[in-house]
């Protein structure tokens, strides 16, 4: 099974500066098969990249995503005060789905 | 509007039986492979099953195979969760949530587009 690894667990950043969150897998992964999710408390998960690199329907294009093997990001180009939230990412692989243990964005 | 609704949850104690619901709304549910994914209190989320459009093709994780079982009835636009022997480590939000699988030449792409708000599962005596 592919473990996707995180990091950092939590990022602490003020409004308007750039977020970067790293995916990393334990082997390589396709990259069609690679998406984030941002999920607020209470919420359900939303989806925001999918093919690591595409934005979902009416997600902002300060989110983008990039990367492909082993090694995947997620940058918000500049926090809006919605952006804090825990974000995950997601891989498909051999008849199953893993994610990885979340990132939080928080406030700083 | 596209929307899953999930219903079922409640308290049940260690080694009961617990059937979920999700009803689906706004697309044709019998085109869409589907997944079930839950999230134990504070932590992340973690797959649990998937079934394909039809119904022919299931996974489970290993941690609830053997015990829990999906299903689906396109007739209802609804989808289920048998979960049986259930145990603590099941305490859980569940959600149900659509499953994209897109061919955009020269890939497929596979992703969750659409999530339902979840139903709470607590197993304790």
């Known amino acids: 099974e592919i473990v996707l690894t995180q990091s950092p667990g939590t990022l602490s950043l003020s409004p308007g500066e750039r977020a970067t969150l790293s995916c990393r897998a334990s082997?390589?992964?396709?990259?069609?098969?690679l998406a984030w999710y941002q999920q607020k408390p209470g919420q359900a998960p939303r989806l925001l990249i999918y093919g690591a690199s595409s934005r979902a329907t009416g997600i902002p294009d300060r989110f983008s995503g990039s990367g492909s093997g082993t090694d995947f990001t997620l940058t918000i180009s500049r926090l809006e005060p919605e952006d804090f939230a825990v974000y995950y990412c997601q891989q498909y692989g051999s008849s199953s789905w893993t994610f990885g243990q979340g990132t939080k964005v928080e406030i700083k | 509007e596209v929307q899953l609704v999930e219903s079922g949850g409640g308290l049940v104690q260690p080694g009961g039986s617990l059937r979920l619901s999700c009803a689906a709304s706004?697309?044709?549910?019998?085109?869409?492979?589907m997944n079930w994914v839950r999230q134990a209190p504070g932590k992340g989320l973690e797959w649990v099953s998937y079934i394909s459009s039809s119904g022919s093709t299931i996974y489970y994780a290993d941690s609830v195979k053997g015990r829990f079982t999906i299903s689906r009835d396109n007739a209802k636009n609804s989808l289920y969760l048998q979960m049986n022997s259930l145990r603590a480590e099941d305490t859980a939000v569940y959600y149900c949530?659509?499953?994209?699988?897109?061919?955009?030449?020269?890939?497929?792409?596979?992703?969750?587009?659409?999530w339902g708000k979840g139903t709470t599962v607590t197993v304790s005596s």
């Open positions: 082997q390589s992964v396709s990259s069609s098969y």
């Open positions: 949530a659509r499953e994209i699988r897109q061919w955009l030449v020269p890939y497929y792409y596979y992703y969750m587009d659409v």
């Open positions: 706004g697309f044709t549910f019998s085109s869409y492979e």
